[in-house]
Nanobody, 117 residues
């Protein structure tokens, strides 16, 4: 059973930084694309950043230059470094993957990020 467990969320002032982590188990992590999504109250879930098995990255325009996604295949963990945080970054952040063997999609339970002005 694939499991994704996020951590690192919290309350931070505008301009501050947080690093989110997502630990994966039950899958061959190094082969899977990984992603971070977020959902603010009353809004749809949206893509934040993705990283392929080869390390290629993609970012939403709203976070380019401020957020960095990375992965450590030895630790089965993907990270999201968030700098220069803004109140509009406030949301629940979810980790996502697709198991390349089964093509099934999996989500973590989410971690709350709150940015105060």
């Amino acid at each position: 059973q694939v499991q994704l467990v996020e951590s690192g969320g919290g309350l931070v002032q505008a301009g501050g930084s947080l690093r989110l982590s997502c630990a994966a188990s039950g899958t061959i992590f190094s082969r899977n694309p990984m992603g971070w999504y977020r959902q603010a109250p009353g809004k749809q879930r949206e893509l934040v950043a993705t990283i392929t098995s080869g390390g290629s990255t993609n970012y939403a325009d709203s976070v380019k230059g401020r957020f960095t996604i990375s992965r450590d295949n030895a630790k089965n963990t993907v990270y999201l470094q968030m700098n220069s945080l803004k109140p509009e970054d406030t949301a629940v952040y979810y980790c996502n993957t697709v198991d390349v063997r089964t093509h099934r999609e999996y989500w973590g339970q989410g971690t709350q990020v709150t940015v105060s002005s």
